[in-house]
């Protein structure tokens, strides 16, 4: 089961931390790859930034510079630090977990490639 928290409404230019953390289940926490996504109304669930089990770390476009995806294993938890946020952040945002550390690189960019989801958290963000 994952847990994710830390979303909220901000103003433009401001900061927010999202965490997500699984609990239950077998997973070896040193072979899980993590992703966040996000989501609006309408539109497919989109990339933000995935960090595999070697904490190899990918960021999309609109998060390179901004955003900042670390892992605690002790803790089986992910944190992405948010910053500078803009409006168009706005979204649910979602973490997902990715058991195998046979997943390819490329696997991880779709939401496809994940095999647990959290519930979501939603992020605000106001012009």
């Known amino acids: 089961q994952l847990q994710a928290s830390g979303g909220g409404l901000v103003q433009a230019g401001g900061s927010l931390r999202l965490s997500c953390e699984v609990s239950?289940?077998?997973?070896?926490?040193?072979?899980?790859?993590w992703g966040w996504f996000r989501q609006v109304p309408g539109k497919e669930r989109e990339l933000v930034a995935f960090?595999?089990?070697?904490?190899?770390?990918v960021y999309a476009d609109s998060a390179k510079g901004r955003f900042t995806l670390s892992r605690d294993n002790a803790k089986d938890s992910v944190y992405l630090q948010m910053n500078s946020l803009k409006p168009e952040d706005t979204a649910i945002h979602y973490c997902?977990?990715?058991?195998?550390?046979?997943?390819?690189?490329?696997?991880?960019?779709?939401?496809?490639?994940?095999?647990?989801w959290g519930q979501g958290t939603l992020v605000t963000v106001s012009s």
């Open positions: 997902a977990v990715d058991t195998s550390p046979l997943t390819i690189l490329s696997g991880l960019y779709d939401a496809r490639g994940y095999d647990y």
């Open positions: 239950g289940g077998t997973f070896s926490r040193y072979t899980m790859n």
């Open positions: 960090i595999r089990w070697n904490s190899n770390t």
